[in-house]
Structure formats: structure tokens, C-alpha cells
């Protein structure tokens, strides 16, 4: 019953009477209908509706805090800021909260608050507390194991920043868009593939059957044709973003994928319900 620290992760909270409207009017989540005891994904897009920043949002007693890339933490508080205006909300990245991961049923022996991961009910739980409060009995690199397994992309690490749309890194599959309240940032774009169907690209499960899998970064190819590149890796799993339609006339080709040499083949997430190219459509 694992338990590991993330140090990579930081925590942005935003309080204040205005909070919950100043965050329904920028993210991409619905934060309205935000239980508690519950982190939702969730992105502030730019203009152009690609992903700025990513996050697991929960609710504490007088606002909201956003789990994000601690590299990143001290730019999303910046960025929520801009859109402040005169709304009565306080915004503050929180360097001294440690924050941790536990799942199979694992739970610290500290007091610590605890949140369900909304994207997969296998994730297990968001763990915050001081800094020094618990100890983890698992490495960080447990943690993306596990999480690569289940096919959950994880911004910069399967998706680069300012590049990616929701559909493509699968936001949009992980309860991470609410297609039905008001507009926020980048919302026409958004909702403009959503109703037409035109996100080509995709983050796909990938299984390396030769062995490891290919280093993140790597081109894929088939038939002397980029078809995307890989992502994180664990073993012999791993994530990929493909275009669906190039790999779609790659298995009617016939041509094998390869990356970096390694032969691999690509399953739709068994959560997601986008249509893939036959046969490559078995979910796993």
C-alpha cells in the first residue's frame, strides 16, 4: 500500500468571497459542482485554447487550491492574478505544503488532508500537509509507474505547455472540460473541436513487446512516416501522442509503428471513448 512524495507538485490556493467566480471564469473545469473531499483536473488555456497550465483543484475551507508542476506554481499564481481585476480573492502559491500520492488503499499514519484523484479511481489520493509531516514508503518513480499503467498523461512530462489543445492530452476524456457552463479562457476553441470532431491527435497507451520502451521524446514512425512522438515511460509501457489518422493508414498499410528502432503498439485508454483506427481500437 504505497505512499510517495512529489516533490515536483507545489500548491496555488485562491480564497476569498469571489474565488469560486473568478475561477469559473477562467478554468476549464467546472468548480461549482466541485465536492468536497474531490480534486478535479483542470487547465487555464491561453487565448488560443492550448494548455498553460494543468492542475488538480480541490476545495479547503475558504477557497480552493491547485495542485501544479512546482516549476510552474509561482507563474500560475502570476497568470490567475491578471485576471483578478476587483474580485475580492487572495492568490498565493504555498511553497512549505508537501504534497504526496497514495493508492492501493494505502493511507499515512500522520494526519494529513486527503483527496480523491477524480481522473481514475485507481490513482488513489492527493495527500497535503507541512512539510516533514509524513514519510513515503515509495519512490516518486513508483508513483508514474502506476500512473503510466493507466494511461493518465501528466503536463510536461506527455505534453509540452503552450502546445497542446485539452483533446489532444486527453483532459477532455479525464473530466477535466465541463462542455456545458459558461465561457472561460480559450473556450470557443475548445468547444469548436469538441462539436466538430476534429482533434486529430491523441495521447495513446503504448506497449513496447521487445522490451524497454523508447526514451520520451522519440519519433514514431511507419512506413517512413512521423506519426507522433513518445512520452513518459515505465518498463515497457509508455504514453504516445500519434495523429489518429496517420496511424489509422499505417494499420491499413500494414506498416509496424517503431520508435527509436523499438517495435510498439497503441491502445486507446480504457477510459477514454474516442473512436481509434481498427485495429488499434481494443482498449487496455
Known amino acids: 500500500m504505497p505512499i510517495a512524495l512529489l516533490p ?5 490556493t485562491v480564497t476569498g468571497p469571489d474565488a469560486p467566480a473568478l475561477l469559473q471564469g477562467v478554468l476549464t473545469c467546472n468548480v461549482e459542482t466541485l465536492g468536497p473531499g474531490e480534486a478535479r483536473l483542470g487547465a487555464l488555456l491561453t487565448p488560443q485554447g492550448k494548455i498553460f497550465f494543468d492542475f488538480l483543484i480541490s476545495r479547503i475551507p475558504d477557497g480552493f487550491r491547485l495542485d501544479t508542476a512546482a516549476d510552474r506554481a509561482a507563474d500560475l499564481a502570476k497568470r490567475l492574478s491578471l485576471y483578478r481585476l476587483r474580485a475580492k480573492a487572495e492568490i498565493a502559491a504555498e ?32 495527500l497535503y500537509a507541512a512539510e516533514g509531516a509524513f514519510s513515503a514508503d515509495a519512490s516518486e518513480a513508483a508513483y508514474h509507474a502506476h500512473r503510466i499503467a493507466l494511461a493518465i498523461p501528466e503536463g510536461g512530462r506527455d505534453y509540452a505547455f503552450g ?7 486527453l483532459v477532455d476524456q479525464l473530466g477535466g472540460v465541463d462542455f ?8 470557443e476553441v475548445v468547444s469548436r473541436m469538441q462539436h466538430r470532431g476534429t482533434a486529430r491527435t491523441r495521447i495513446l497507451a503504448a506497449a513496447y513487446p521487445e522490451g524497454a520502451a523508447a526514451a520520451p521524446g522519440s519519433e514514431v514512425s511507419a512506413g517512413g512516416k512521423t506519426l507522433g512522438t513518445t512520452g513518459s515511460a515505465a518498463g515497457a509501457r509508455g504514453l504516445v501522442t500519434l495523429r489518429l489518422d496517420r ?27 474516442f473512436a481509434m483506427p481498427e485495429p488499434a481500437g481494443t482498449a487496455v
Do not use: I, M, N
Not at 492501493?104 to 479511481?121: F, I, K, L, M, Q
Not at 502546445?163 to 492530452?169: G, N, R, S, Y
Open 8 to 12: 515536483d507538485r507545489a500548491l496555488v
Open 95 to 126: 511553497p512549505t505544503v508537501a504534497v504526496a500520492v497514495a493508492w492501493d488503499g494505502a493511507s499515512p499514519a500522520a494526519e494529513t488532508d486527503r483527496v480523491a484523484d477524480a481522473r481514475h479511481p485507481d490513482l488513489g489520493a492527493r
Open 163 to 169: 502546445d497542446a489543445f485539452p483533446h489532444e492530452a
Open 180 to 187: 456545458r457552463k459558461g465561457c472561460y479562457v480559450g473556450q
Open 247 to 273: 496511424l489509422g493508414d499505417a494499420l491499413a498499410a500494414g506498416e509496424p509503428l517503431r520508435a527509436d528502432g523499438r517495435l510498439l503498439g497503441v491502445a486507446r485508454p480504457a477510459y477514454a471513448t
